[in-house]
């Protein structure tokens, strides 16, 4: 499972490598149909042992800005917590996480989507 979490952590660095090849058909080669789905723990776990990941996922958050669009910044939500902001304009959810490497899992988890990752519904 971990050969699968790793590569849906860097799916950002080969869509900018590869812009003919889109997200859908990058994640059908990474995750065939029927594949175990991955959760966003296995993801946070990749991006702690390859932190470099994390800044491509932020240069694909700002490329993809639109009202439905999730989105990945840093700063803190109304509650004062929080270092890392994972949020969608048109839902109005925002998430607000310490821990970097969990804020970008959760970001990616919420832009892949079901079936491929399993997304928590928590800010830490």
């Not at 590569?7 to 997200?23: D, G, T, Y």
């Not at 149909?33 to 470099?52: I, M, Y």
């Amino acid at each position: 499972m971990y050969h699968v979490a790793s590569a849906i952590c860097e799916l950002a660095v080969h869509l900018r490598a590869h812009p003919n090849v889109s997200f859908v058909e990058r994640l059908r080669q990474i995750r065939p149909k029927g594949s175990p789905v991955v959760t966003e723990s296995e993801l946070a776990s990749v991006l702690r042992q390859r932190p470099e990941l994390i800044h491509s996922w932020f240069g694909y958050s700002e490329d993809q800005r639109c009202a439905d669009a999730w989105y990945l910044v840093s700063g803190t939500d109304p509650s004062g917590s929080g270092a890392w902001i994972v949020g969608n304009p048109a839902s109005h959810k925002r998430l607000a996480y310490a821990d970097l490497a969990a804020a970008c899992a959760a970001f990616i988890a919420r832009t892949v989507g079901e079936p491929a990752v399993k997304a928590s519904f928590y800010g830490s």
